[in-house]
Structure formats: structure tokens, C-alpha cells
């Protein structure tokens, strides 16, 4: 079973690779217009692919699968297999409080540290953007580019 996963994964990366420098060259070169990228005929042809994948997996791969993955491998459990999960269950929630504990605390310190960091940011863009109104006041620059008013300094 490993080999077949690890021959699907290698050919979904081969294509994944292969299908983005196709698409690229297709909407820089073949599909632009007049200057415009061809990104609709891109996307067109992308979800064309995927039907037609849809398609060959329903009318040819369901043909050969035939009872696979209907019926998990084992169905019963043993009793030293019920026994050992028993076990297993009780050391797996232990870990689990533990460990919500710790996420608890990393989150409250991961926001924290966000809150904190927001907070320098904003002090540094406020002073970066009255630093440049101050030098634009200094030089002149009395117009705003962004509603095209002019303001008198």
C-alpha cells in the first residue's frame, strides 16, 4: 500500500510543478491580449482538467478498485487489543489536560506578545508618517496626492 501512496504523491507534485510554469507561459504568452493576461482561458482550462480527472476516476479507477476501501482492513479486536487501548486511552487523556494546559498558556502569551508587538508597530508607522508630514511641511510640500486638494502651510 506505501509504494502506491508514495507513486500518487511523486505525480501529484510532478504536476503540480510542471502545471504552473505551463499556466504561466500560457497566460503571459499564448492567451494575452492587447496587453491584457489571459487569466480567465487559465482558469477555464484548469477546471476543465478537473472534470475530466472527476470523470476518469468515477468510469475507469472505480471499475478496478472493486470492493477496496468498503470495508475497513480488520473488523473485530482481539482482547489484548481491547485491553492495551484501554490503557492507552487513560495515558492519552492525561496527556491531553496536560497539554491543554500548556496550549492555554502559550495562547495567553502568544497574544500577549501580539498585543505588545501591534503596539511598537503602530508608536513606529505614527512616527514614520509624522516624520514625513513635518518634512513635508519643511519643504513646501503642502499638496496631498491622495484627494488631490490643496492644503496652504
Known amino acids: 500500500m506505501d509504494p502506491a501512496f508514495s507513486m500518487r504523491y511523486t505525480l501529484v507534485n510532478v504536476g503540480a510543478f510542471i502545471g504552473t510554469f ?6 503571459k ?5 492587447d496587453g491584457v493576461l489571459g487569466f480567465a ?6 477546471a476543465l482538467m ?5 470523470l476518469w ?23 489484548e487489543e481491547k485491553s492495551s487501548r484501554g490503557k492507552e486511552k487513560k495515558k ?3 496527556q491531553s489536560s496536560r497539554l491543554q494546559r500548556s496550549r492555554r498558556n502559550v495562547s495567553v502569551q502568544s497574544f500577549c506578545s501580539f498585543v505588545i508587538l501591534h503596539r511598537i508597530l503602530d508608536i513606529l508607522v505614527s512616527g514614520i ?3 514625513i508630514f513635518l518634512l513635508g511641511r519643511e519643504y513646501g510640500l503642502g499638496s496631498s496626492r491622495l484627494s488631490g486638494t490643496v492644503y496652504m502651510v
Open 22 to 27: 505551463l499556466v504561466g507561459i500560457l497566460y
Open 29 to 33: 504568452d499564448v492567451f494575452a491580449k
Open 41 to 46: 482561458p487559465c482558469f477555464k482550462m484548469a
Open 50 to 54: 478537473m472534470v475530466l480527472g472527476g
Open 57 to 79: 476516476y468515477i468510469f475507469v479507477c472505480w471499475r478496478f478498485l472493486g470492493d477496496l476501501g468498503k470495508l475497513p482492513f480488520k473488523k473485530t479486536l482481539t482482547e
Open 92 to 94: 492519552r487523556q492525561e
Open 129 to 131: 508618517y509624522a516624520g
